[in-house]
């Protein structure tokens, strides 16, 4: 037995239930699972937080030890449904993210359903961008990041700040994005079941995340509801072949290819939804080590040699 179908065996029989139980149930169920980052010297961190006025919003800085002066920031969306997922929860990839890239992370614990709607997320996200711009740490641009629902969030950001104007983005880097409400893709009826993320499961998050506005389909839910996709930053999509996502990846990709974004599509056939950010887990090792060198590619910078 391999390593993958090892793994998918143990999470399909340990992963909380969360379809089964109430909203914020299922966010405690998920989040008792949480386990300390394996190496703290990775990288420094600060906690912070913006002030919205209405609200805060919590935010992890990670500073690796070997940072490239001419790096963008990156500004991370955890995933997580929409209804769990925390700084604390990805605190592990994070970690690594600033080491493999030579990049300051900013790690973004934004606004949940089902207490929050569509939208809050993303405007989450642009404060932080905008946060990490008032901490002098945005002077190379900034790299919109974030996997499942993160992946939504910072796309949607990514866009937010096309349309504000002069926007920082030099880059978005989406894993195995949640887009599509209406789970339409061929990939939702061939994965649906055995692989981890079910059918089930995406279908819940979706309407504990829509509520009562379960037809909802505009660009607070998703990025495939925004018809011009053009003057984006470049991006890297990363999708696995395992996924019930990966068809509404793939076809996110193809939309910003289209609207002329330049794209670095990473397609791993034999792996599930979520599988980078596993820690220990040997094929994710091998990807983020692929991911590193693919978000070099976004800028210039970072394709240099350090000085």
Known sequence: MDETTRMLELLNESFPAIHTLSPLDGRAAVDARIRPAGNLDDAMTEDTAVD???????????RPASLRSDAPVTVYAHGGGFLHGSIAGHDGFCRSW????????????????????????????????????????????????????GGNVAAGAAIALRDRGDSPAVGQVLLYPFLDPAMASESHRTR???????????????????GDEPERFDADVTPLAVDDL????????????????????ALYAERLRAAGVPVVRR???????????????????SAAALLWSDVHTLTPSLAKEPA
């Open 192 to 210: 649906a079941h055995g692989y981890f993320v079910t059918a089930e499961l995406l279908g819940h998050y979706w309407r504990v995340f829509l």
């Open 267 to 285: 397609h791993h056939p034999d792996q599930f939804h979520g599988f980078l950010t596993i820690p220990g887990y040997g094929p994710a090792a």
């Open 98 to 149: 600033a080491r493999g890239t030579g990049t300051v992370v900013v790690s973004v614990e934004y606004r949940l359903a089902p207490e929050f709607g569509p939208g809050a997320a993303r405007d989450d996200v642009v404060a932080a961008v905008d946060a990490a711009a008032s901490l002098g740490l945005a002077a190379h641009g900034v790299i919109l990041a974030g996997d499942s629902s």
């Open 52 to 62: 919205r006025g209405t609200h805060t919003v919590p935010l992890r800085i990670y």
């Open 230 to 249: 053009t003057g984006l930053p470049p991006a890297v999509v990363v999708t696995a072949g395992l996924d019930p996502l990966s068809d509404e990846g």
